[in-house]
């Protein structure tokens, strides 16, 4: 015998309505890949101090990037240290203080210029190079075959490459500084008709040694958030050979960003901790 429930079963209930989708929140993703990058310039810190260290991916990448910056870093810091001469003398002269055109000049060349022409450079020769390699392994798997395989690919190919840049950029800075220097020394004296001797005195008597190491310190920075942001765009590149090409055109932007905001803290820092020669 069936039962009345067998004979009358329940209508089975309507379906509901599928929920939409959720949308991120605005600005969720900038943050998500801000996170990631510092994550990425945590895990490189670390693995800087774990072996083991690839010696010759780093000599390659060191002579690359060096091979490509050195002769625009030379031929730009003319320019910049000429233009600053130029201003600061036309300056100093409607002041009635020429003699101090010379200290003015160069240190303006040595704490902001130098690093920042040696960043830029760095940035757009060097890490656009770096950007467009890592993301052309990415697109083709090899990175992934590298996981498999049980090989960190931040330690065998972002660590060489991050570190170059920051040695490179140590080493081009001291050259753009001497060359900026003499470029500033040349249009003074020439063209401005400055005496050798104020423009050599006028740096000894407001130049010091702190100048100097400030200008290495920005170099290093500036080298390695031109080396992390050139290996993040490089990792996660989107959509395919083009991902990679646009993924390099904003590894040099948000570069370019980030070296203005951190130089002007580090310049903000610098004034307030060293205090100036004879005050």
Known sequence: MTTEAERNP???APPRPARPPRRPLPGLGAFRQTGQLFALAAAVTRAVFKGPFQLREFIEQFWFIASVTILPAALVSIPFGAVI??????????????????GASVLAVIQQASPLIV???????????????????????????????????????????????????????????VVGTLGGYFFNVIMQGGTPGAYLSSFSALAQLPDLYVSEIKALIFGFIAGIVAAYR???????????????NQSVVITFLLLFFVNMVLTGIYLQIVPPKGG
């Open 85 to 102: 001469a130029l201003q600061v003398g036309s300056l100093t002269q409607q002041l009635g203080a020429q003699s101090f055109t010379g």
């Open 10 to 12: 329940p209508a089975p």
């Open 119 to 177: 960043a830029l450079l760095i940035a757009g020769a060097g890490g656009s190079a770096i950007c467009a390699d890592l993301g052309s392994r990415t697109i083709r798997e090899e990175l992934d075959a590298m996981e498999v395989m049980g090989v960190s690919p931040v330690q065998r190919l972002v660590v060489p490459r991050v570190l170059a840049t920051m040695f490179v950029a140590v080493l081009l800075n001291g050259m753009v500084s």
């Open 234 to 248: 490089g990792l996660h590149p989107r959509g395919g050979p083009k991902g990679v090409g646009d993924a390099v």
